[in-house]
């Protein structure tokens, strides 16, 4: 069964550089058949999509987010990772990452998400 | 850039049908997904592209998809119903709407 894990600090300061790992069981992040994406959700605010990766290491981006971003994968590990650089309380938010069967497919599956926090 | 949007909120009484609507220029030509979030949950697909149920989604939920409207349907409204419906569609980007709080009367 597929499960997505997203782990990383929580707690950042402005202009820090924010990194996250998507850990993925129950199905290789190799298979040519999926894409893996993240998105955020501000508190108390709807959903936005901050880029995907696909099988051959293609990546997509939100056009206001791309000078911000990469997107990566460890395939030795199974893992998914995002990093966002020079944070600001703007990026607080509930990060999700997300498997999709193409770039313009919806997401089946999500992980549980976790809180980051930007604050001095 | 492309935009969908939807309304802030619907309120539907307890059996009725409840209808949630995502407007966007000729969607009708994209593929629209839905997701059902709960308070503290990540988002459940509920219908993707378009019409289509996922596993273990009741058939009491449907969608449809024409013109400039999407429509996320679900009939027999139930209280377990209640929760922030999103769409989302692909327009050179990954597109969400803005979301709809589901009450349950």
């Known amino acids: 069964q597929l499960q997505l894990q997203e782990s990383g600090p929580g707690l950042l300061k402005p202009s820090e550089t924010l990194s996250l790992t998507c850990t993925v069981s129950g199905v290789s992040i190799s298979s040519t058949d999926y894409y893996w994406g993240w998105i955020r959700q501000p508190p108390g605010k709807g959903l936005s999509w901050i880029g995907s990766i696909d099988y051959s290491g293609s990546t997509y981006f939100n056009p206001s987010l791309k000078s911000r971003v990469t997107v990566s994968v460890d395939t030795s590990k199974n893992q998914v990772s995002l990093k966002l650089s020079s944070v600001t309380a703007a990026d607080t938010a509930v990060y999700y990452c997300?498997?999709?069967?193409?770039?313009?497919?919806?997401?089946?599956?999500w992980g549980q998400g976790t809180l980051v926090t930007v604050s001095s | 850039s492309y935009e969908v949007t939807q309304a802030l909120s619907v309120s539907v009484a307890l059996g009725q049908t409840a209808r949630i609507t995502c407007g966007g220029n000729?969607?009708?030509?994209?593929?629209v997904h839905w997701y059902q979030q709960k308070p503290g949950q990540a988002p459940l697909m509920v219908i993707y592209?378009?019409?289509n149920r996922p596993s273990g989604i009741p058939e009491r939920i449907s969608g449809s998809n024409s013109g400039n409207m999407a429509t996320l349907t679900i009939s027999r409204a139930q209280v377990g119903d209640q929760g922030d419906y999103y769409c989302q569609v692909w327009d050179t980007t990954v597109l969400f709407g803005g979301g709809t709080k589901l009450t349950v009367l």
């Open positions: 000729n969607i009708g030509s994209k593929n």
């Open positions: 997300a498997r999709h069967d193409e770039a313009a497919e919806g997401f089946h599956h």
């Open positions: 592209r378009d019409n």
